[in-house]
């Protein structure tokens, strides 16, 4: 048995999370200088759902980086999905990447841009680090330590009054109309209750962060992949608050959809006002893989 230093593949936890630490300032620094930039920019499953050659590099980067240290581990990339690679998760320790968090701010030149790293051994997630790349906040944690923004302890709030709540959401990129009208009325659902406000700022990752740090009380999407809450789920689980899915059930990755909330009465509160929104899953190609 491992021990209480639960090992990956040999690695101890605490030696990956500081490798993530590493790639992602040095991610985040190429992210920051590039903002400003002319972008070369592509579009993968919608108009809206866009590509640059920074995410392109940055990914590579962090691949090359984590794998070299790392060589029995897998990884699930943002960008290397788009190209064809297969998106599902093995006992294996996989490293699951989004490069920037927030790319359709990045070509725009608006400064809500994170990189997202986190680990996943035996399907559980272990530890997850999301540097706020213009900010330079780095947010980090690991499964029973812990999570800190630039090293300060961070508390998810303890509100559970729905009608007090700050709700951060993101419409995501799809445009298919129908689709739209949902994602708008559960908005409107929720406005009703009242809510206090519902707020987006483009990064699916850094929604979640604010979770944690209990800058607002809940954060919930349809549409978002598992890149954009793998490393995520661990900070806010960390912080004291609570990931799960939309039907009030345990957090499925894979799902394309979450609620979170400082507390788990919130996150139910908000469960039962969203009506569903589907989309194909991350891993809708498992079974064609192995
Ligand atoms: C995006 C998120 C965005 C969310 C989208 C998408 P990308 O990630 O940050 O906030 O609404 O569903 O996943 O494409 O910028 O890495």
Redesign the pocket.
Known sequence: MAGSEERSSQQPLGECLDAAVKVALEAGKIIREALRIEKRVQTKSSAA??VTET?RLVENLIISTLSEKFPSHRFIG?ESVADGEKCFLTDDPTWII?P???????VHGAPVVAVSIGLSVKKELELGVIYSCVEEKLYTGRKGHGAFCNGQKLQASNQTDLSKALILT????IRDPVAVKKLFNNMERLLKVPAHGIRII????L?LCHVAAGDVDAFY?F???C??MAAAAVIVREAGGIMMDTTGESLDLMSRRVVAAGTSEMAHKICKELQPVVYERDDSTESTSN
């Open positions: 759902d866009l995410d943002e989004d920037i968090d927030g790319t359709c701010n990045f993101e419409l995501g990129s483009g990064s699916a990752a929604d999407q549409g978002l992949h890149w954009d």
